[in-house]
């Protein structure tokens, strides 16, 4: 396959036992800690141009490029790449897979050292602060030590926070887009319909299931198809599917008989070929626990940090609606933290992060060209 | 049990062959066809006062009063009684369960006369007309000819929309609660996620569990939750959850951490209990396939009735969205046909329906005060 100018090209996900033991916010000690983990471009001689981009919950590491023999790049290839927004020709870009996740990071899928056994269950619940605890250890690793930059959507943009508050020293700035400092009863709810789902699967065994060669696959197609309708808006749905019916007549009586439902039956299968279903829950219980005021008033959580924010939100996300990325700016500005906030008009809901490419290319470009030249950063965007 | 003089007392359902053989919109035959119904009030000398109240989802003819030793009321029983919005010192008020339902009338849970079996997935598909079909000959049966109102909210304004397509000689007015000449995609999609959730479900065996002694609960509750997800609103889940966690601390670690996981668990738990998974399936499909428009504009549809509609929708309602009402109303007023729209401002979602009486019973009680009087009905309410 060949790939153009202003494409990363082959990559290949790297991993790094990141530590022998973390202890978890917990208290529960875990290790050894591997990512899996990729970076596209260089770090430069002063180490200033690191830019670290976190996933959201299916996400992985593989945020651009081409995997040997593949043909769709990574989830952010639109971002990623030679004179794209995250720009591989300035910007050393990082990327690795959340702990907990099962994509090459240790998760419950992984097998515990101690017993031989895959972990499952015996997994310790683990946060978005003992994720990015992993992620600062790698960042060690890799000789860094100061990043340029935090970016991140969804539960992305929840470690982008999580940095800010437990390691503020350790970045310029912070790109927060489609995310919340914590979720409402709203977004804790539709997590937990995914997780009962997994869990009311008869093949789910209690999280056993790695030696019997069938999983919840059932249970984590619903979990998918739950997050799908989430993750689109009532317009884009109607642009997309309309009530739109499909052709195939079946014998059976509950087929898919709108375009809808088949789109997310073709979501869910696809889904479970590629995540592990005790991930699912993992990681959807972290981001529920997350809280990044702690029981404080959120702007002091801000105080006396000097990173510079990039906040962006979409008019059409239900999911993670625009008040909680507005509550986010109101708070860095009654701190006196630079931020600046953009909303965009997008019609494709909470999706919009992976698909409205154009305006969110534009303001992080110039947003990481202004914080990495040094400038003042008071500006307001238009858009 | 006492009850005030505002309340209806004990009650019975009462059941009735409606037909020995009904043909369904599909051209499948049915029979015989039982519906459980209840009624309130009494039928007056010109038989002029009759008033059908049509079911949603998951309701029954069970609509007020009590049943003998219950604690707990009909599912409307603050909107219907003596004094209350569905007058029953005034109306005489019937209420039947759905055909395909489960709660005495026909449906996938019965047995079928002609294999002693339940049918199971060999039930027929069903539509809104075809439950409509079976409470027309319910109502001829009860000697009724014209209805002064059929009333509905949801899936029960559906029905009232369809006795007006397929029966408007038969009824002087409509009440149109939180409902939709049509599901959007949207729609059908949170409906398809319940159906995946039941048959994915080990004990669904492809609708055959009747006789196994466990059908399809754990799939059954999640499709519920889901449900309930969809009747809140978000502003409704933080007043009356927030992020509030529950206190006790048990072993395992995907227990409801949360108030709001531990609502929407004990909700499902407990409709399993008197629900049917494949009325579930059924009632969905034919709720998914409801299209009042048969693809002309649906001004097309009401154009040369002369009966009389109350519109009702909830601003926070993000199931049954406002704009769906409006459609209706604006399709009434291109047709001439005399509807008033009031829009409720109600923080309670498409739970509102049961939920802001005090609103809905104004309303209600007026419109069949002007309906039955023969009143000219060309004023707008105030709200």
Redesign the interface.
Known sequence: MEHGNNEIGIVKTKFAIVTDELVLESGEKLGPVTLAYETYGELNPDRSNAVLICHALSGDAHVAGYHKGARKPGWWNDMVGPGKAFDTEKFFIICSNVLGGCMGSTGPGSVNPKTGQHYG?EFP?ITIGDMVKAQQRLIQQLGIEKLLSVAGGSMGGMQALEWLRSAPEKLESAILIATAA?????Q???N??G???I?????WQNGNYYHRGHGPS??L??AR??GH?TY?S?TS??D????QQKNEKQPF??T??????GY??NQ?DSFVKRFDANSY?YIT?AM??F?LTEDKPLHKVFRGLDAKLLVIAFRSD?LY?VWQSQEIVKACKIAGLNATYCEIDSNYGHDAFLLEIEQEAHLVSHFLKRVSNGYDMTGEYAI
């Open positions: 269950l619940l914590m979720h409402s009863p709203q804790i709810a539709f937990e319909v997780r009962q789902a869990m009311a699967d008869h093949y059932k249970g197609a619903v198809m739950v309708i689109m009532e749905m109607l997309k599917f309309g009530r009586k509950f898919a008989d709108f375009e809808v439902e997310l039956r869910g829950l219980k529920d626990f809280d239900w609606p």
